[in-house]
C-alpha cells in the first residue's frame, strides 16, 4: 500500500541553522510529491511541489526540496531557519489512480530556538 | 493563488445536534474535493472524497451516516456531522483540486462538541 513516512516526530533548531526534514514514500510509480506547512490551530499552507522535470524544486518562504528516486524520498531544506518557521510540516502524495487522494505523512513538528 | 474558504471556522455544538460545515473554492471550479479530520498533534486522516454531483466515497472506517457530504455544485461541498458527541470533537479540513491536480486547503473548523 502507498504510504508516506516522516521519520521524525520533531526536530530543534537554533535560528540561522539549516534545517532539513525527511519524508520517504512507498510507490509503485513517480508520485506527485507535496510539502505543506501547518501553524496551530490553521489550515495548511503550500511550500512546494514535485511533479516532474527537475528533481530539485523552490518553494515559498525559502525552502526546496529535492526528490531522489534511488532513495524514494523528498527531504525538504532551508539553509537558514527564522523563528517564523517553527510549526508543523506534512509531506505528501497523491495517488496517481483515479482517486487522486492526497495522502499525508504524520508530520514534524519543527521548534525553533532563538 | 486560489482560495478554499471553510465556514465557521469554530463551532460548539450540544450532544445530539448535528453541524453542518460548508467548504468553498472562491475562484476556480472543484470537481473534487476532499473532507480530513485531525486529532491533536497528529496528522490529517482522510475521511471521504466529494465529487459534484455523486455520492461521495468514504474511507474505510468512516461512517456515512454520520458524516454527511453534499457536492451540489462545483464550487461548494458541506460535510454535515449528525447526531454530534463529544467524540466528534475534532478539526475538519477540506480541500479541493484544480483542473491541475493541485490541492488548496481550507482553514480548518474546529467542533467541540459539549
Known amino acids: 500500500a502507498q504510504s508516506v513516512t516522516q521519520p521524525d516526530i520533531h526536530i530543534t533548531v537554533s535560528e540561522g541553522a539549516s534545517l532539513e526534514l525527511r519524508c520517504n514514500y512507498s510507490?509503485?510509480?513517480?508520485?506527485?510529491l507535496f510539502w505543506y506547512v501547518q501553524s496551530p490551530g490553521q489550515g495548511l499552507q503550500l511550500l512546494l511541489k514535485y511533479f516532474s522535470g527537475d528533481t530539485l524544486v523552490q518553494g515559498i518562504k525559502g525552502f526546496e526540496a529535492e526528490f531522489k528516486r534511488s532513495q524514494s524520498s523528498f527531504n525538504l531544506r532551508k539553509p537558514s531557519v527564522h523563528w517564523s518557521d517553527a510549526a508543523e510540516y506534512f509531506c505528501a502524495v497523491v495517488l496517481m489512480d483515479s482517486s487522486y487522494k492526497l495522502i499525508f505523512g504524520s508530520g514534524t513538528r519543527l521548534l525553533v530556538r532563538p | 493563488g486560489a482560495v478554499v474558504s471553510q465556514h465557521p471556522s469554530w463551532v460548539i455544538c450540544k450532544s445530539g445536534t448535528s453541524v453542518k460545515i460548508e467548504c468553498r473554492s472562491l475562484d476556480f471550479q472543484a470537481t473534487t474535493m476532499f473532507w480530513y479530520r485531525q486529532f491533536p498533534k497528529q496528522s490529517l486522516m482522510l475521511m471521504a472524497t466529494?465529487?459534484?454531483?455523486?455520492?461521495?466515497?468514504?474511507e474505510q472506517g468512516v461512517e456515512k451516516d454520520k458524516f454527511l457530504i453534499n457536492h451540489a455544485s462545483l464550487t461548494l461541498s458541506t460535510l454535515t456531522v449528525t447526531s454530534a458527541h463529544p467524540e466528534d470533537s475534532s478539526f475538519y479540513i477540506c480541500?479541493?483540486?484544480?483542473?491541475?491536480?493541485?490541492?488548496?486547503f481550507g482553514q480548518g473548523t474546529r467542533l467541540t462538541v459539549v
Open positions: 466529494s465529487n459534484e454531483g455523486s455520492k461521495a466515497t468514504y
Open positions: 480541500s479541493a483540486r484544480n483542473t491541475g491536480g493541485e490541492a488548496f
Open positions: 510507490y509503485g510509480a513517480t508520485p506527485y
